[in-house]
């Protein structure tokens, strides 16, 4: 399948896990991928595997936090590929699972500034180009948990939730330009971090029964960013294998 043929794709966070997942599914369908990542080293490899798939392939290195380190490297990428298509939001600091007593102040700013502050500034930085084109798709990555909240990762779950408020309203402020903004809203995928004796706990909750594999949220990330999805915009898709479904 070629879906994305051509098409110039920005990943945030693709040194590994989901972001990764996804820069090597969507060169196997014909994009070339600009890598982003706070670790340099991380993305340089997952550059290596995508430019192995015959697809170009440019590793940038910044916080996406930070926003005139990230809005520089994205420009330089963009001037060396020529355009951006398509942008991944997917940068993400997981694993803090914390009471709210534990959330201290520079903890949850810095939640807030990675997830909500990066994909604002990673907008930003490709919105210009592609209104000039009146041409683009932009997937930010959410969390179920953005929709159904976790007792203990509150930091998290507004971070996830502000990013559905960002989706639908940039949406509409972009769909005159024909760009599109999308959201994922993961459940628990499987990229190999969480303790084994955990994840037999968790699973209990998926009706389905196991948790979902990285593939299977590239598959839909390649989709919302491909045309097969252009009359798609402003929604949220959940790929949880039914943990969000509400029955009695
Ligand atoms: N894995 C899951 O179960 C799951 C579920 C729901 C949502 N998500 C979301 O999906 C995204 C990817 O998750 P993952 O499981 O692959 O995580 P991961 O921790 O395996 O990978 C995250 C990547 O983002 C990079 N990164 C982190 N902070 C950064 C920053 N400030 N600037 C630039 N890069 C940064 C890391 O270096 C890493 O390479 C995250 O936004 C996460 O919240 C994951």
Redesign the pocket.
Known sequence: MRSLENLIVLI??????????HALLMAERGADVIV????LA??EDTAALVAKLGRRAEPI??????AQA?QNAIAGAEAKLGRIDVLV???????QHMEISDIEPARLARML???VG?AFHCVQAVVPGMKRRRSGAIVN?????GMTGWPVSSH?CAA?AALLGATKAWAKEFAPYNIRVNA???????????PAGKVEQWTRGIPLGR??R?IE?SALVAFLASPESAFITGQVVSPNGGETIVGI
């Open positions: 945030t966070g693709a040194g590994k896990g989901l972001g990764r997942s982003q990542d706070e670790n991380a993305v290195s910044s916080d996406v936090a930070d990230t939001n997917n940068a993400g600091i997981s694993g500034a990675v997830h990066g990555t959410s969390s179920a948990w998290y996830k994922i809203a993961p459940g628990w995928i499987d990229t190999g971090k969480f948790f979902g990285p949220i």
